[in-house]
């Protein structure tokens, strides 16, 4: 039978990566690299989850889809015959570039594949920014010459953020990570990403990283301007707070505050995902039980019974489901 799962972290050296997975999550950090992005759970040929805990530690998620697809995913969909999401915790210690994820309309013709995501805002820097959609007033025509001119950014609408704040970026939207952020990023399986600008350089290897002009131009939805960050309220019963911050025909992600004397009951039946925010929790199913510190994941297979979680200290945590 499967059991609530852990992966072992996929670590991605990026040019505006930093030190702050280490530093807040204890990330690995490898000497030298410039650490970007925690591959949390993962299914794709750049990278694929392993198993680090009970029976099937050292099995990965492409062996699960293959042997154990329908108890893991119960009625959900899969995506092309592969787990359909991809978590991540990102460190932006510098801007990402300004950039653009191809919709379902068009994406195949292009070669990619669609990618709808939402950031959740774990650390923030006095000052930080995220780039999202258009300012009121841009074209086509406008956004075409300001790329000409290498003053696109000033297309983009910037948004100040702090802890907590919370992003959904269908495909389509324009965006880009401001400098001094750490997010944790829920995603369709797709790794697909066209840049617009890269604020002028280079990558890893010295060289200016490619920009992909042409594609953009046929992904960016021009009517979408000036998105909200997400606005939810909050609902509490028996000492505990919940809100749902995206329900799309992909994923719904709520976000849980636990205090130390409530108690989170999870009915089985459906695959979901938790990942602890912050603060520590203990989550029990039949015999088993696992603890999740801040920047773990853990996935439940549909087949799992109930299961429950608790915390000794304040905690905030993401419930992922299909």
Known sequence: MLYPLQ????????VWGGNHLHRLYGKPAPTGLTIGE??????????VSVIRNGPLAGRDLRWLMEHHRAGLLGNAAAQHNHFPLLCKILDASQKLSLQVHPPA????????????EM?????????????????????????????????????????????????FL??????????????????????????????????????????????????IDFSDFEP????????????????TLVRSDLFQVDQIALL??????????QMRILAAVEGAIQLTSGTYSLRLAAGQF?????????????????????????
Not at 105 to 110: C, E, G, I, K, T
Not at 228 to 243: D, I
């Open 7 to 14: 992966f072992e972290p996929i670590l991605k050296e990026r």
């Open 38 to 47: 925690s591959w949390e759970i993962t299914d794709r040929p750049e990278g």
């Open 105 to 116: 309309s068009v994406a195949a013709r292009l070669g990619g594949a669609p990618k709808t």
């Open 119 to 167: 950031w959740f805002i774990a650390h923030a820097e006095p000052g930080a920014e995220l780039y999202a959609g258009l300012r009121h007033g841009v074209t086509r025509a406008l956004f075409e010459s300001r790329i000409a001119d290498g003053t696109v950014a000033d297309c983009f609408h910037r948004l100040p953020v702090q802890r907590g704040d919370v992003m």
């Open 170 to 219: 269908p495909s389509g939207r324009v965006h880009a990570l401001g400098a001094g952020l750490v997010i944790f990023e829920i995603q369709q399986n797709s790794d697909t990403t066209y840049r617009v600008f890269d604020w002028n350089r280079v990558g890893l290897d010295g060289k200016p990283r490619d920009l992909h002009i042409e594609q953009s131009l046929a992904c």
């Open 228 to 243: 909200s960050l997400v606005q939810a309220p909050w609902h509490t019963a028996h000492e505990l707070r919940r809100k």
């Open 260 to 269: 130390p004397q409530s108690i989170l009951a999870i009915e089985g039946g």
């Open 298 to 322: 853990c996935l439940l297979p549909a087949t799992l019974p109930e299961a429950s979680v608790t915390s000794g200290t304040p905690a905030t945590l993401l419930d992922i489901t299909l």
